[in-house]
């Protein structure tokens, strides 16, 4: 194999949350043709995580098979490889297998791999995986995100939500006879935009992503109906930021949580530079799987862009990192 062209051959491999099938077949007859036991974990309908192992698994590197939306495919110049999910994480997916490929080179026989389905969304794959028999072996699960090849000894936490409204529809040239859902959600958004959101030192600020506002029918319509869906990077504890959000809302909204959990700090090793990064990972729903680290090529501000790349120098290093990283935790 070569690394570059794996990784594109992973990214040109559509994968949007939902999807994942097809890049998980080819993973898992990849893994078993190396040699690993290589095998599926159903989640739901036909989408399964791919754990493999070589040994008893003291160490399990893992990323996310799933990309968000739009499809995207690869593209390379002398430097950087492009396309949807060459750096969150098709790109670390690659590295993590070379990286594998060199311990084992070197007589390691006590090492998993686990890429999982759904990190985008709700980390349903983390969640299954969480429950696998094999995770109590495992006594560090190093964990891959793009974090500039830095590792990262915290994450915030997160909280995803939906806002609904409800009104009364009629034609839009008698609004008196109608009561707007569109017009109560924008009110209630506005106080949401106004909250004082907690700061921790470590940590740092809470912040609020309005990410999607879909309502009503037609112009000419009064709307009796409106959502929005919200993303919130937490620093303190879930249960003040709910409180927040409860206080902004008063009532006036009906509120669905869809997955929330607190910050984490993770398992610091000497030796590399370190960071405390503002994204969430699947680490929360991988508690069993021991101690977490998170270590990755590739810089967040490129993730989730129509121009996301990772450069072929960071990938190399990558491999180099988790070789050295997954040493000094078994050594």
Same mark, same amino acid.
């Given at each position: ?5 794996l990784t594109?051959?992973l990214?040109d ?13 080819f993973?898992q007859?990849?893994l ?17 995580n791919v754990f493999?192992?070589?040994g ?7 990323t996310?098979m ?5 499809f995207?495919?690869?593209?390379e110049d ?10 969150d ?15 084992r ?5 006590e090492?998993?791999l ?24 495992c006594?560090f699960?190093?964990?891959g995100e ?10 915030? %936490? =997160? +909280?995803?939500?939906t806002? /609904?409204?409800?009104g009364r529809?009629s034609?839009s040239?008698y609004? &008196? @006879?109608?009561?707007?859902a ?15 959101w ?12 309005i ?7 037609r ?19 879930v249960e ?8 902004a ?23 590399f530079?370190?960071?405390?990064v503002?994204f969430?990972?699947?680490i929360?729903y991988?508690?069993n ?5 998170l270590?990755g090529? %590739? =810089? +967040?501000?490129?993730?989730? /862009? ?9 990938l190399? &290093? @990558? ?10 935790l078994?050594?």
């Open positions: 194999m070569d690394l570059f062209t594109r051959q990214v491999i559509e994968s949007i949350t939902g999807n994942e099938a097809a890049v998980g077949e993973l007859r990849q078993s043709d190396l040699g690993y036991t290589a095998k599926k974990i159903p989640v739901e309908g036909d989408r399964f493999a192992h070589w008893d698994p003291v160490v399990t590197l893992s996310h799933d990309t968000v939306p739009p995207i495919p690869s593209h002398a430097e950087h490889i492009y396309g949807r999910g060459a750096c994480a098709k790109g670390l997916i690659a590295a993590q297998i070379f990286a594998a490929e060199r311990l080179a070197a007589g390691l026989k090492l998993g686990l890429f999982t389905v759904d990190e985008e969304m709700a980390s349903a794959g983390a969640q299954k995986a969480n429950k696998h028999a094999r995770a109590a072996e006594r699960l190093i964990n793009p974090t500039d090849n830095r590792l990262a000894v915290g994450t915030k %936490g =997160s +909280i995803r939500l806002i /609904t409204t409800g529809s034609h040239a609004p &008196e @006879a109608g009561d707007s569109v017009e109560k959600l924008l009110d209630v958004l506005q106080s949401i935009r106004e909250c004082v907690p700061v921790d030192s470590f940590f740092g600020e809470t912040t609020c992503n990410g999607v506002v879909a309502g009503g029918t112009a000419n319509v009064i709307p009796d109906r409106a959502q929005a869906e919200l993303a919130i990077r937490v620093t303190t504890d003040q930021v709910k409180n927040a959000v409860a206080d809302v008063a009532g006036r909204a009906r509120v669905e949580y869809w997955s929330a959990h607190n910050p984490v700090r993770l398992f610091e090793v000497s030796g530079e370190q960071a405390v503002r969430t990972t699947d929360p991988l508690s799987w021991g101690k977490p680290l270590l090529p %590739g =810089s +967040i501000l490129d993730a989730h /862009t129509e121009h996301e790349r990772i450069s072929k120098r960071e190399e &290093e @990558a491999v180099e990192l988790y070789v050295k990283l997954t040493g000094q078994l050594g």
